[in-house]
């Protein structure tokens, strides 16, 4: 793989030298040969043109181009990673992926992961509940979960807001949302 330098809509310079840096550092941690194009302003001039990079990639003798964009609107930021094979010059495979934009780093790096390593990707979160009561029953998005004392976390939730009840027979239940993240 090479490591097209990514195009910039709305980031300046030194963000994008971090989101570039992200970039390749994740590709190496996913066990991926990287390097980087010799001739990145050619990469640039390319401006997503996948025949070009295909191009860039076969002057840098490799099989695969990973190259992409990163778009800046307010406090958000949009990413979009893509494969290209050298031997065809077609696009392989791409992903989309956004996030607030003090967290950009983190957005490229679940982005490469998702495009080159999807199998390690970790798409559910998990939450932990904690109550003093014994015998009531748990309730996450309407689905019974288990029975109090509950014992470790209630794993293979979809990030975003779940609603949580705890009802215990003859007592008052209670009923809220909680956010799960992935980290």
């Known amino acids: 793989y090479v490591v097209a330098p990514l195009d910039a809509l709305g980031a300046d310079a030194v963000m994008l030298d971090k989101l570039n840096g992200a970039l390749r550092d994740e590709v190496r941690v996913l066990g991926t040969d990287t390097s980087s194009l010799a001739d990145e302003s050619a990469a640039h001039a390319c401006g997503g043109d996948v025949a070009c990079l295909a191009g860039a990639g076969a002057k840098a003798h490799a099989d695969f181009v990973v190259a992409g964009s990163a778009g800046l609107a307010g406090d958000l930021v949009h990413v979009t990673l893509r494969t290209i094979t050298v031997a065809t010059g077609t696009e392989y495979k791409a992903v989309d992926d956004e996030g607030t934009a003090d967290q950009a780093e983190r957005v490229v790096?679940?982005?490469?992961?998702?495009?080159?390593?999807?199998?390690?990707?970790?798409?559910?979160?998990?939450?932990?509940?904690?109550?003093?009561?014994?015998?009531?029953?748990?309730?996450?998005?309407?689905?019974?979960?288990?029975?109090?004392?509950?014992?470790?976390?209630?794993?293979?939730?979809?990030?975003?807001?779940?609603?949580v009840e705890v009802r215990d027979p003859g007592k008052t239940s209670w009923r809220g949302f909680v956010d799960v993240a992935v980290d």
């Open 109 to 163: 790096r679940r982005a490469a992961m998702k495009l080159l390593a999807p199998d390690k990707y970790v798409t559910s979160g998990a939450l932990v509940l904690a109550t003093p009561l014994e015998g009531a029953k748990l309730f996450v998005d309407g689905k019974e979960r288990g029975t109090t004392p509950f014992l470790g976390p209630v794993e293979g939730l979809a990030p975003g807001r779940r609603e």
